[in-house]
C-alpha cells in the first residue's frame, strides 16, 4: 500500500493508501494544487437541472493511492454535470487533522451540496461531522470510515453518514489467503507480513487470512514480520527469509500492502525460483511483478471506483433516488489479478 504517513507527527488511525509516480503525481497534484480545484462538467445526466457542488477532503493528496480516488470522483462528476472541490490535508510530509477540520468546516460555510470525506482518524472527525449535520448537509464517507466499522455495523457516536464506500478488510484478507491456497496447493510453511502492527485494515486482513489458513492443515504459518507498508523494510524482510529459509524450506510469502513486489522483485534478481509471493493492492509496480513472474498474485482494491461511487451516491441521494444509495456500508469488489488476468486489468496508481 502506502508509505508509513503520520497525522500530526502520528502514524494514520487506519490506514488509507498508496504512492503515485513522478510524473502523474506532478501532473495531478499541480492541477489540484493541494489546495482545491473546482473541476466542473456539463449537465449532461438528464435527471435534473439544478447545479449541485461537492466539497471532497481527502486527507492525503500526496498519497498517491487517495490522489487517484480524487481523480475517480472528477472524472464521475464530470460525467454527472456536477462541480467537485478537492482539499488536502498534509503539510510537509505529515497529514494535520486540525487542516481537515478545517477543510470540512469551510465545506460548511460554503454550504455545499454534499461533503465526501476520507479522514485520516475515523473517531476525531466526528465533531465537526456533527456540524455538517446540524448544516443539513449529506455527509458520505470513502475510503475511510467516519466511525468504527464492524462488519456492517457502523458507530458513529450520534454522527449521520450516509453510507460509507471502502472495502471488507476481513473478506480482502479471506481472497489473499485463497491466492496463497492456490499459489502452494494447500500445503507448505509460509510467511505473513504485517504493514503496522494494531492499524484496523492490517488486524482484520490478517484475521480473513488467518480464518482460511485454520481450514489447511497442510499449510503451516512459521513466521510473521512487520514491513511498516514500506518497500525498503519489505526488502530486508525478504533478506532475512531467504537466509533463514534457504532451497525449498518456505512455500510462499504474503504481505497486506503493495510492497510485496519490493520483496519479490528482489528475491527473483537473487535466483529465487521456489517461493510465491502474494502481494495486497494493485500498483503499477504490483502489475510489472506479476507479469514478469515476481508476484503470483493480489487483490485489487481499486480507489478510482471508491472516488467514482462516492460522486454517484451524492448524486442519487441529492436527486432523490436514495433507495440506489446502499447504507450503512457499500463494499467495492475485490477481484484478484494473477498472470492470467493481468494484460487485461489495468493498474490505476504507482507505488
Not at 509516480?21 to 435534473?48: C, I, K, M, P
Not at 481523480?71 to 464530470?78: I, L, N, P, S
Amino acid at each position: 500500500m502506502y508509505e508509513n504517513r503520520k497525522v500530526d507527527g502520528k502514524p494514520p488511525h487506519r490506514r488509507s493508501h498508496r504512492l503515485l509516480s513522478g510524473s502523474l503525481a506532478a501532473s495531478l497534484l499541480a492541477t489540484l494544487a493541494y489546495a482545491g480545484v473546482f473541476v466542473t462538467g456539463q449537465a449532461n445526466a438528464g435527471a435534473t437541472t439544478e447545479h449541485f457542488t461537492i466539497g471532497s477532503d481527502v486527507n492525503d493528496m500526496e498519497t498517491p493511492f487517495l490522489a487517484a480516488l480524487a481523480t475517480g470522483e472528477q472524472a464521475e462528476a464530470k460525467k454527472l454535470g456536477m462541480t467537485v472541490k478537492v482539499l488536502s490535508a498534509n503539510s510537509a510530509g505529515s497529514i494535520s487533522l486540525s487542516q481537515e477540520i478545517s477543510n470540512i468546516e469551510s465545506f460548511i460555510s460554503e454550504k455545499v451540496s454534499v461533503i465526501l470525506v476520507t479522514p485520516s482518524n475515523s473517531t476525531a472527525i466526528l465533531p465537526v461531522i456533527k456540524k455538517a449535520n446540524a448544516a443539513g448537509i449529506p455527509v458520505i464517507a470513502v475510503n475511510e470510515p467516519v466511525g468504527v466499522v464492524t462488519g456492517h455495523h457502523v458507530n458513529t457516536s450520534g454522527a449521520k453518514v450516509v453510507t460509507y464506500i471502502g472495502d471488507d478488510d476481513t473478506a480482502y484478507g479471506v481472497a489473499e489467503a485463497n491466492l496463497v491456497v492456490k499459489a502452494i496447493h494447500g500445503k507448505g510453511n509460509i510467511v505473513m507480513i504485517h504493514g503496522i502492527l494494531g492499524a484496523s485494515a492490517d488486524t482484520y486482513r490478517f484475521n480473513g487470512m488467518r480464518s482460511v489458513f485454520s481450514k489447511y492443515p497442510g499449510i503451516k504459518v512459521v513466521s510473521t514480520m512487520v514491513d511498516n507498508w514500506t518497500n525498503t523494510t519489505n526488502v530486508t524482510d525478504v533478506q532475512d527469509l531467504l537466509a533463514k529459509y534457504p532451497g525449498k524450506d518456505l512455500a510462499a510469502v504474503v504481505s497486506v500492502g503493495p510492497e510485496m513486489y519490493a520483496g519479490a522483485e528482489y528475491a527473483r534478481s537473487h535466483g529465487n525460483k521456489t517461493i510465491q509471493f502474494i502481494a495486497g493492492d494493485y500498483s503499477v509496480q504490483v502489475s510489472a511483478a506479476i507479469k514478469n513472474g515476481a508476484l503470483y498474485g493480489t487483490v485489487d482494491q481499486s480507489p478510482g471506483l471508491e472516488g467514482q461511487l462516492g460522486v454517484q451516491y451524492a448524486y442519487d441521494w441529492l436527486t432523490n433516488h436514495k433507495s440506489l444509495v446502499p447504507s450503512p456500508v457499500s463494499d467495492i469488489p475485490l477481484p484478484l489479478v494473477t498472470k492470467a488476468n493481468v494484460n487485461s486489468v489495468k493498474a490505476l496508481w504507482s507505488s
